[in-house]
């Protein structure tokens, strides 16, 4: 199991902590605060013996001290039969004490609000995922009542404290996982439908576990109905579907939106079922935080103890070659060379799908300051002034088909002269690594396996050419 809290930290948090428990308004049980005395959260816990096991958990890891302090705070306080429930026989002193910390923080908000103040969305409690330390959300439901997380309810709220407010719950609210906030959201229905369609349950078994750390592009419901565009889930290929919801995850990372930069990164998707071949996604974060330049982020950081949501407003298909030129404005030239002319098919091409001649392509990407570098060579100022048959001899320099070379595989073609689209060779020099042109240039490979659907992309620093 994760440690869900370090030591540093709990003595930090027992500070904060020790600002929550007041109350001066009748408890629960009709046990009456007094007005005139300090009435903090931790008093009223004491003082209400239907908190008493509240209070023994909040005694056993250290946090009623926190409950007495200073501080503007809302709890969520569980009652006895809420803690027997949860414990289901379980004596409280064989819970681990890290996880019943996180527990009982995830439970306390560090903003005072009454249940006036309470509306549908996302909040951010005291408990913290613990490989970025970020604060975990839970999802509050006020359309009939206040329910949190789908599994908790307000049935006393407003207990005023000196320090806060103390809404009363039925159940004890366990740390959230990616899917209690898929579930829990009515605006992510159709991802949830997609994620069991078939009675599937891979999906939700790994979003549930509390051993990953993982980052998940939710769509929302109209990114799906846009998606499919008048069918219906069951219309789907049951392997594409799993292959594009894992393309919305990326596992071992959890990326709050503050640790996203431009730059690619590996989802759970895979090239052909080749586990070892993971596909790519292009992140761009210049305006917002774009998904492969077609989908954004329309809600961050929506945290659960397992990793993090951003909900996104397209769902994000499979990508081929293209979608990755176009994406990356690294490859702008390249994109600006490949449809240079009317009579180019190179952007149809490039979109074949795996399985179809001539995919699957390795394309070796010159940068935007390849493509510089080139005029310069030439003494041009612009793609116009090369040639059309030039340039479309060169560009077919750049592309192998019927194959997918990863970095991996590059050490088997060492010294090998490869055959390119246009029917042109190039050397493979593994070692460098970098491609030896026909002109006996040598274009370093910069970035490797920028893995699509229908093949994979290497940059290079120098536009491989015949010239």
């Keep these: 199991m994760k440690t869900f809290f370090n030591y540093a930290k709990i003595a930090i948090l027992a500070i904060v902590f020790t600002g929550i428990v007041s109350c001066n308004d009748d408890d629960d049980n009709g046990n009456i605060i007094d007005p005139n005395t300090n009435n903090t959260i931790a008093d009223i816990v004491v003082g209400n013996p239907d908190f008493s096991s509240l209070l023994a958990a909040l005694q056993q890891t250290g946090l009623d001290a926190t409950l007495a302090g200073n501080g503007n705070f809302t709890v969520f306080a569980p009652t006895n039969a809420a803690f027997n429930d949860f414990l289901n026989g379980t004596p409280l002193a064989d819970v681990d004490?890290?996880?019943?910390?996180?527990?009982?923080?995830?439970?306390?908000?560090?903003?005072?609000?009454?249940?006036?103040?309470?509306?549908?969305?996302?909040?951010?409690?005291?408990?913290?995922?613990?490989?970025?330390?970020?604060?975990?959300?839970?999802?509050?439901?006020?359309?009939?009542?206040?329910?949190?997380n789908g599994q908790s309810t307000v049935t006393t709220a407003d207990v005023p404290a000196d320090n806060g407010i103390i809404h009363i719950v039925d159940a004890v609210i366990e740390l959230p996982t990616i899917v209690t906030f898929a579930t829990t959201n009515p605006a992510?229905?159709?991802?949830?439908?997609?994620?069991?369609?078939?009675?599937?349950?891979?999906?939700?078994?790994?979003l549930s576990d509390t051993t990953q750390d993982l980052t998940v592009f939710a769509p929302t419901n109209d990114a799906f109905t846009?998606?499919?565009?008048?069918?219906?889930?069951?219309?789907?290929?049951?392997d594409v579907l799993a292959q594009v919801l894992s393309n919305h995850v990326i596992p071992g990372t959890v990326g709050v939106s503050t640790a996203l930069s431009n730059s690619y990164v590996s989802t759970a998707a895979v090239f052909n079922g080749e586990m070892d071949a993971p596909i790519s996604m292009y992140i761009n974060t210049d305006?917002?935080?774009?998904?492969n330049g077609v989908s954004d982020v329309v809600q961050a950081d929506i945290v659960a103890a397992n990793g993090v949501v951003h909900v996104v407003d397209t769902v994000i298909g499979l990508p081929d070659i293209t979608t990755f030129a176009t994406a990356d404005p690294t490859f702008d030239t390249l994109v600006a060379a490949l449809t240079a002319d009317a009579s180019f098919g190179y952007v149809a091409a490039l979109q074949t799908p795996n399985g179809t001649d001539p995919a699957p392509f390795t394309v070796f990407a010159p940068t935007n300051d390849a493509f510089g570098d080139l005029l310069t060579d030439l003494g041009a100022t612009s793609l116009d002034d090369i040639p059309t048959a030039t340039l479309a001899a060169t560009l077919e320099l750049h592309v192998v088909a019927g194959s997918n070379v990863r970095a991996e595989d590059l050490g088997g073609l060492d010294g090998a002269s490869v055959p390119t689209l246009g029917g042109?060779?190039?050397?493979?020099?593994?070692?460098?690594?970098a491609i030896i042109d026909p002109d006996g240039g040598s274009n370093g490979i910069i970035v490797t396996n920028v893995q699509a659907a229908n093949g994979v992309i290497h940059a290079i620093s120098r536009v491989i050419r015949d010239l």
């Design 287 to 291: 305006s917002g935080v774009t998904l």
């Design 424 to 433: 042109g060779e190039i050397v493979i020099d593994a070692s460098t690594p």
């Design 188 to 206: 992510l229905s159709s991802l949830v439908a997609a994620l069991t369609d078939e009675g599937n349950t891979a999906f939700v078994t790994l």
């Design 97 to 148: 004490n890290d996880v019943l910390t996180q527990i009982l923080l995830n439970h306390v908000l560090n903003v005072e609000l009454a249940s006036t103040d309470l509306s549908t969305g996302y909040q951010k409690n005291l408990a913290t995922e613990p490989s970025s330390n970020a604060n975990i959300d839970m999802y509050i439901d006020t359309s009939n009542g206040v329910v949190i």
């Design 226 to 238: 846009t998606f499919l565009d008048g069918a219906s889930l069951d219309d789907v290929d049951n």
